[in-house]
């Protein structure tokens, strides 16, 4: 049964610095890795997308890596804001033929001014 | 602007009544989706739906119910079976292929009990 754990659970940092959020699994038979965030109260907004043949992908002061044979992704946020501050999700679709998610239990990240 | 409505935003359900969320998606998306959303959990799948007039269960189907009449709804029951409904209930959609398209999510319905 596929799990996908984040670390860590909560991170505070002072604005400005570089970060990065991490999330394993423990099936490497994927076809792909999604990064979402999601602000309290709200549904969740998708971040980055990185199929299984990837290695990474970049949006803006965003950069997801995924290695695969080790069932590991980062997600690097650069120049924190304090509007970056949010929980933060992972999730893996498995192979298999269905669109279903699994999904990590997500960091919550605060950024101070 | 092409998105997911989820409605309501917050509902209230009395011992022993079936509430229906509602869910949306004008973004012609084939397979739609309902998660729960404990605190301290990750969201689990409730049920899917890959194309009008079938769906799956998911994870965790018990006390839940669905229907798909049209692609761009997919109605969620919480029906009385359901012990412990209180939760943030979430619904998505995608693009049914292959081809790694991520899912977009409404803003959520809050259930609680009365």
């Known amino acids: 049964k596929q799990e996908v754990t984040q670390i860590p659970a909560a991170l505070s940092v002072p604005e400005g610095e570089n970060l990065v959020l991490n999330c394993s699994f423990t099936d490497s038979a994927i076809y792909n890795l999604q990064w979402f965030r999601q602000d309290p109260g709200k549904g969740l907004t998708s971040l980055l997308l990185i199929q299984s043949s990837q290695r990474e992908q970049t949006s803006g002061r965003l950069n997801a890596s995924l290695d695969k044979s080790s069932g590991r992704s980062t997600l690097y946020i650069a120049a924190s804001q304090p509007g970056d501050s949010a929980t933060y999700l992972c999730?893996?679709?498995?192979?298999?033929?269905?669109?279903?998610?699994?999904f990590g239990k997500g960091t919550k990240l605060t950024v101070n001014p | 602007d092409g998105g997911i409505t989820q409605s309501p935003k917050y509902l209230f359900r009395k011992e022993g009544q079936n509430v229906t969320l509602s869910c949306e998606q004008n973004?012609?998306?084939?397979?739609m989706y309902w998660y729960r959303q404990d605190p301290g959990q990750g969201l689990r799948l409730i049920y899917y739906?890959?194309?009008?007039?079938?769906?799956q269960k998911g994870d965790i189907a018990e006390g839940y119910s669905v229907s798909r009449e049209k692609k761009e709804s997919f109605p969620l029951t919480v029906t009385s079976a359901q012990k412990n409904p209180t939760a943030f209930y979430l619904c998505?959609?995608?693009?049914?292929?292959?081809?790694?398209?991520?899912?977009?999510f409404g803003d959520g319905t809050r259930l609680s009990i009365l």
């Open positions: 998505a959609s995608s693009q049914w292929t292959v081809s790694n398209q991520p899912q977009h």
């Open positions: 973004l012609n998306h084939d397979a």
């Open positions: 739906s890959q194309i009008v007039n079938d769906f």
């Open positions: 999730a893996v679709r498995p192979e298999g033929g269905s669109e279903k998610l699994v």
